[in-house]
């Protein structure tokens, strides 16, 4: 059964700091990751997806990696903003063809002006 | 956001009283899927649809059952409410044949009394 992992649960950085946030997952037959990010009483925002082909996206200031052999995905948020400041959750298909998605719990994250 | 509502956004209702929410798309998606969100464990699969009429379960489906009698329409009903069963429930939606990247939609927040 296909586990995902976020650690830390929650981060709190200074403005303008590089970081890096973490996804783990247990079996390596995955379709694709996904990163998402959810604001406080929100739904969730596609930010980056990874096929599994791939090894990593980017977008502004976000950059995704994917190891499949190691079971993990970093999201690299570079210049941190106080706007940044929100849950991250990353998500993973399988290639089972049952097109289920299994969910981290997220990392909080707070960037502090 | 991919054109998804959810219908209501927020409710209150007693137990053992049946509980309709509704989920609406406009851009023709075969799969939408519905997701409890509760604190300490994230994002967990409830029911999804491949289909029209076609439905399957997720990990946590005792207590919910879903109809999907057009492409534009999920329907998630709780037969007889719990206060288990208060939580934020939020649809979504599988978008593309090669990608399979998920949009959701807003979310509806359910307490049970």
């Known amino acids: 059964k296909q586990e995902v992992t976020q650690i830390p649960a929650a981060l709190s950085v200074p403005e303008g700091e590089n970081l890096v946030l973490n996804c783990s997952f247990t079996d390596s037959a995955i379709y694709n990751l996904q990163w998402f990010r959810q604001d406080p009483g929100k739904g969730l925002t596609s930010l980056l997806l990874i096929q599994s082909s791939q090894r990593e996206q980017t977008s502004g200031r976000l950059n995704a990696s994917l190891d499949k052999s190691s079971g993990r995905s970093t999201l690299y948020i570079a210049a941190s903003q106080p706007g940044d400041s929100a849950t991250y959750l990353c998500?993973?298909?399988?290639?089972?063809?049952?097109?289920?998605?299994?969910f981290g719990t997220g990392t909080r994250l707070k960037v502090l002006a | 956001d991919a054109g998804i509502t959810q219908s209501p956004r927020h409710k209150v209702t007693e137990t053992g009283t049946p509980v309709t929410l509704r989920c609406h798309q406009t851009?023709?998606?075969?799969?939408m899927y519905w997701y409890r969100q509760d604190p300490g464990h994230g994002l967990r699969l409830i029911h999804y649809?491949?289909?029209?009429?076609?439905?399957d379960k997720g990990e946590v489906s005792d207590g919910y059952s879903v109809s999907r009698s057009k492409t534009e329409d999920f329907l998630l009903t709780l037969e007889s409410a719990t206060s288990s069963q208060t939580s934020v429930y939020f649809c979504?939606?599988?978008?593309?044949?090669?990608?399979?990247?998920?949009?959701f939609g807003p979310g509806t927040r359910l307490t049970v009394t």
């Open positions: 979504a939606i599988k978008s593309g044949e090669v990608s399979y990247e998920q949009y």
């Open positions: 649809s491949y289909g029209v009429k076609d439905t």
């Open positions: 998500a993973v298909i399988g290639t089972s063809g049952t097109y289920k998605y299994i």
């Open positions: 851009e023709n998606h075969r799969y």
